[in-house]
């Protein structure tokens, strides 16, 4: 009777999650490696037999006859040494099989060691690794530190499961969203998108399946206290909670929160979106170093261009002498059918335009597309000295020390 080595299987199996099968199968490999070692490494008709009941285990030769238990030293050892290693990879399969079946989760652990650039991350029974990339600017850890970080894959190795982590992607701002509201996880309220600039601000577009639930309420919480702890999770980063919409216009009025869109027409085909807003709203709207549209543009899937009121006011006075492809006969006869700038003439259709004596298709079509490609031109050039002009008003307010961890910053990118 050998309960002894019954007991010690089911320990590794309750332990390490080795199923017992995998662990008899090892010991039989290496009653085979240390019968070989015996007899001779030419002889391969070796068998094992295993009794489940008593743990005893009986070895043949080529001859059918039993082979004695006395295998040597030698053979002994070949046979710890196998066992052992198949142990070991039996465990390694087991923690793969696990985490794998946790791509997309949340993983907690400890931050353990710096190595070439990565942060190891121990996870208890397996190292997870996560790269500098993957960390926001801005954070730093010490060893010993707590984390969570979102598991972005999970890859064989030789020396055993790779789990790769991530605390910039998307990803981990919807799965913490998922953790912290109930209506989430109940599927009442539902994450349609997230676009994120890690440790700087995201944006989450939320739709309730349920008219009487506030997408919006349930997500932020009362007081606010669902979205803080996410916000204190992710180390401050702001997050703007947007309404989803089927209506694309709406949705992208939403999307550019907080400032307030005054018109929105879309280009379905381009998927290209045009905003018109106040003037006092223009730099709320593009944000800071143009964070907000670009997120709003990520969050939607459109390409947006936000323009303001008065500024498209001013430039659809352009003459339509600027107009590329208008000569100075098609020029009054333009002028003299009742349209006079360049901002008429962009909206006009084919049909209006071909209408007005001397212009033909053709010229009617380059007339309309050059139009419209000289207001947008004059729309980025004003666009692009706005966002210059802030960033060096910026500057100035800036204190010295903000200014060398911002060089700082800038140099390590």
Known sequence: MNQDL????????????????????????????AARKKLGKHITDIKVEFDTQTGDFKV???????????????????????????????????????????????????????????????????????????????????????????IMEVRRTPKG??????RTTPGLVKRLFELEVPEIYEGIVEIKAVSREAGDRSKVAVYSKDEKVDP?????????????????????????????????????????????ISSVKTYESEKRAEVMVADDQLSLAIGKKGQNVRLAAKLT????????????????????????????????????????TAGELAKLDLKTLTGVKGVGKKTAEKILKSAKELLEKKVHEVRDRKVKERAKEKEKEQSPEEKKTKAKEDKHK
């Open 161 to 166: 499961p790779e789990i790769m982590l991530s």
């Open 216 to 260: 919006i309420g349930a997500c932020v919480g009362m007081r606010g206290q669902r979205v803080k702890s996410i916000v204190r999770e992710l180390g401050g980063e702001k997050i703007d909670i947007i309404r989803w919409s089927v209506d694309a216009g709406e949705f992208i009025c939403s999307s550019l929160s907080p400032a307030e």
């Open 60 to 150: 043949f030769g080529p001859d059918g006859e039993e082979l004695s238990g006395d295998f040597g030293r030698i053979s002994a050892q070949t046979a710890k040494q196998v066992i052992i290693q198949k142990i070991r990879e039996a465990e390694r399969d087991v923690v793969f099989e696990e985490y794998q079946h946790k791509v997309n989760d949340i993983a907690t652990g400890g931050v353990h060691r710096f190595e070439k650039g990565v942060l190891v991350v121990d996870l208890g029974r397996a190292e997870g690794v996560l790269p500098r990339r993957e960390i926001p600017h801005g954070e730093e850890y010490r060893q010993g530190d707590r984390i969570k970080a979102l």
């Open 301 to 340: 899937g459109w390409n947006i261009d936000i323009r303001s009121k008065q500024e498209m006011d001013k430039l659809s006075q352009l003459p339509i002498g600027d107009i590329k492809g208008i000569g100075p006969k098609t020029e009054k006869a333009i002028i003299k059918a009742g349209f006079k």
């Open 6 to 33: 019954l007991t010690i299987l089911d320990s590794i199996e309750r332990d390490k999650g080795i199923k017992k099968e995998i662990l008899v199968r090892a010991i039989e490999s290496a009653l085979v490696s």
